[in-house]
């Protein structure tokens, strides 16, 4: 019998123009063990309960003992399917599994695992056409039982994927300082995905969106008064001078160093384009022509305004400082600066061309002259045990299980 062609096409037990962002069950997911008695990862193993039997004394659960990543695969126009920058993803989850003393992921076992997980769940990569994407989620934690606060025994690596839909879209967001809330210590974990990083400022972004704000930004714990990240993504902002353009990154040690940011970056130098990674105060804002958020589920979000709650005759404040500013507004309680206007739906033409560049590449619409994309294959499904001999994965949504 010959084989069946590679990749097969997107289920159809899925309305793919109408994807969203939430979580359906696939064929399953990749999964490697760690010992501290053989010092070595387990070959890799494909499991297709999506559940993981863990002790529930697992430092993971209790000490939070766990990491994790996010990437993306993407089918081209021609059918194939590619993964954005998992060479990237690789060094990033070593950087964070150290920081939670756990063994690092071997660069290559991190890559076959990611790319097996493509393979042997694309039938789940979603049609070229609707702009969505799979979305790839390694993990790492500590996962045997562990009473002392010490390393444990074993860890888990794994590798869940899903198909999603678009999540932000092209249309501006309004932000609001966090001042309430540090999201990270001065030498902390800030700079690693790690989840004590994330679970703390869930309340604050519901709250926030309760009140109009669909992302929060933070300042620097010590001084809150430099600009460190967005709850969700990277912050990256543009200041423009008749036809010279400058991308600004944060340059601190308690921000993520986004893939999605780190190309952004590299797409402005091949336009010709200036970048600076430096401190940036919270003072300097009006500055920017544009703002965005950069992260690996909305790509770049174009941010409409950024508010703060703090009173226009306070030291800290912008009103202070620069006195007075086209882009800043205030009442007796708070300060604003507006990158774009409320009559504008559509992101500034900075953001515009960084977007359209940056999916264009990992759709396979342009060249990649950066050589980000790795192509998945059927062969990388082969690298792993406990593949049935056909997958069926009925694409449904959790909330549509019983």
Known sequence: MAAAAFPPPPVNTIDWSNVGFRVREVNGHIESHYSQKTGKWSPLKFVTDPFIRIHGMAPALNYGQTAYEGL?????????????????????????AEFIS????????????????????????????????????PQIYGSSAQLGLNPPEEYMFCVYVLP?????????VNALILDEFDR??????????????????????????????????????????????????????????????????????????????????????????????????????????????????AALVPIRSITRRVAPTTPASIASTVKEHARLSSDSESEKVTFIEESQEDAGPICLKLLTQLKAIQQGKAQDQFGWNAAVSAADGSKVEGVPSATNGNGQTVDQMD
Not at 164 to 172: A, E, K, L, Q, R
């Open 72 to 96: 993306k695969a993407f089918r081209t126009p021609s059918g194939d399917i590619q993964v954005f920058r998992p060479d990237r993803n690789a060094a990033r989850m070593q950087h964070s």
């Open 102 to 137: 756990c063994p690092p992921v071997p660069h290559d076992l991190f890559v076959d695992a990611v790319k097996a997980a493509v393979s042997l769940n694309a039938e789940y990569v979603p049609p070229h056409e609707t702009g969505a994407a799979m979305y790839i989620r």
């Open 164 to 172: 999603t839909g678009v999540y932000h879209g092209t249309h501006p």
């Open 184 to 297: 990270a210590a001065p030498n902390g974990t800030g700079s690693a995905k790690v989840g004590g990083n994330y679970a703390p400022v869930l309340r604050w972004s519901e709250r926030a969106r309760n009140q109009g704000f669909g992302i929060t930004l933070h300042l620097d714990s010590a001084s809150h008064s430099e600009i460190d990240e967005f709850s969700t993504s990277g912050f990256i902002g543009a200041i423009k001078n008749g036809e010279d353009v400058t991308l600004v990154v944060p340059d601190s040690k308690a921000v993520i160093d986004s893939v999605t940011s780190d190309s952004v970056q590299e797409l402005g130098r091949s336009f010709g384009w200036k970048v600076e990674k430096r401190s940036i105060k919270y003072t300097e804002l009006p500055q920017f022509s544009e703002v965005m958020a950069a992260g690996t589920a």
